[in-house]
């Protein structure tokens, strides 16, 4: 079992419980395949530095996994197939960062205190 | 000529541009050349991460180029760190690849 980090940028149209929605689908993924979702962060509506997908803003959503390989793989699949998701990153970490990011808004998209900007 | 020694004098380890310190030995007219310790010396490795922005702004140019070591006095060992690090968070769009400057003719 080894940790990865894994992030995706939604379509800026989405409401904050789709965005829920998504991230509680690669969490199911992971754990049918026996992997474990040890923490994750919800950025926030943040501005793109650039236009992607005509999409000026983003919902980012950070999950920190740890898991065989192949169940990553298959979450990368799906994500790959889904048109709401604009961007998507693994990056494979020493540890899971116990602290949360500088960026990092709330765990779920739908907490009422995100604001929104 | 007097004065200018005297100068020297008061002042004999200065920062030159290329991040070196200059110790100028005075009354020989002869300047030795130290390297400056990396500025990320204490930071450890892994708070350089895509997700530092604050940090890897002040690594950026104006024009939202990588700045090279030679500029900034940093370590090749925490440079390639910072490459790596500004190249994901420009995939991400957290970072843009280049900013264009306004007073373009």
Known sequence: ?117 | MRNDVKKQEDNPMTVDQDGFLRISLVNQGISIRKRRKCPLHDLPSSEINYKNLKLLNKYISERGKILPSRISGVSLKKQKRIAQAIKRARNLALLSFISKQEDER
């Open chain 1, 1 to 117: 079992m080894a940790f990865y980090e894994v992030i995706f940028i939604t379509r800026q149209d989405l409401a904050p419980a789709e965005v829920d929605a998504l991230s509680d689908k690669f969490k199911k993924i992971i754990e049918e395949r026996k992997g474990k979702l040890v923490s994750k962060e919800y950025w926030g509506l943040r501005t793109l530095a650039y236009k992607i997908k005509k999409n000026t803003k983003g919902h980012y959503v950070l999950l920190n996994i740890e898991t065989e390989y192949s169940a990553l793989a298959e979450v990368e699949r799906v994500m790959g197939f889904d048109e709401n998701i604009i961007r998507k990153a693994i990056f494979s970490i020493d540890d899971v960062n116990k602290e949360p990011s500088e960026l990092k808004v709330s765990v779920n998209a739908s907490d009422k205190n995100v604001k929104h900007n």
